[in-house]
Every structure is written in structure tokens, then in C-alpha cells.
């Protein structure tokens, strides 16, 4: 059975750091991306991350700011958020699957979500 959990959400203050981690198990995955969801609004591409390390950043406003790993023997990724601004807040999914693409439809996996708060 495949399932991604995500760990490390909280409510912050702008300017502060948070480390998000995803741990996948049941599979290895070639892709693995967060995504985030503020209220209101639809689902949006953070980062992906591929099997090798190659990366793509959803658009400036995490580029510079959030940085996307993994670690393929624990099968984890890692976001790592820094000068977080209010904006910011929203619901951080992690996602698996066999492209690495902004696309939310191409992921076959979802963990079940982390609430990152930054207070102004």
C-alpha cells in the first residue's frame, strides 16, 4: 500500500523558517512535487524533484526562497521554506509520480496535507 505523509507544518511568523518533509513508502517514485492550496483558491505547484535530481520551481514568488530535495534512501522530499511571507499560507500537499511536471493531474499519489500558517 502506497503513502506519502507529510510532516513539519506549524503556524510561523513572517520571515521564519519551516522545513516540510514527505515520506513515501509502498514504492519508489521517478517524481515527487508539493503543491499548496490557500483557502478559496485552487491548487498550486510549488517545486517538483525527479529521481536524479533535477528540479523545477513554480513561478518568483518560492523561487529564491524554497528549496526542494529528496533523499532517495529514506524515499523522502524535503521543502525547505525560508523568508516565509503571509502569503505563503496555505495547505502544503506532497505528491508522487512517474513525471515531474506542474501539472496536479500527472501526480498518482497524495499525502493527506500540512497546514503552514505565517502571521504578519
Avoid at 524533484?49 to 518568483?60: A, E, K, L, V
Avoid at 525547505?80 to 502569503?87: D, I, R, T, V
Avoid at 496555505?90 to 497546514?115: E, F, I, K, M
Wanted: contains cysteine.
Amino acid at each position: 500500500q502506497v503513502q506519502l505523509v507529510e510532516s513539519g507544518g506549524g503556524l510561523v511568523q513572517a520571515g521564519d523558517s519551516l522545513r516540510l518533509s514527505c515520506a513515501a513508502s509502498g514504492r519508489t517514485f521517478s517524481a515527487m512535487g508539493w503543491f499548496r492550496q490557500a483557502p478559496g483558491k485552487e491548487r498550486e505547484f510549488v517545486a517538483a524533484i525527479s529521481w536524479s535530481g533535477s528540479i523545477i520551481y513554480s513561478s518568483d514568488s518560492v523561487k529564491g526562497r524554497f528549496t526542494i530535495s529528496r533523499d532517495n534512501g529514506k524515499n523522502t522530499v524535503y521543502l525547505q521554506m525560508n523568508s516565509l511571507k503571509p502569503e505563503d499560507t496555505a495547505v502544503y500537499y506532497c505528491a508522487a509520480g512517474d513525471v515531474r511536471h506542474p501539472n496536479p493531474s500527472l501526480y498518482t499519489y497524495w499525502g493527506q496535507g500540512t497546514q503552514v500558517t505565517v502571521s504578519s
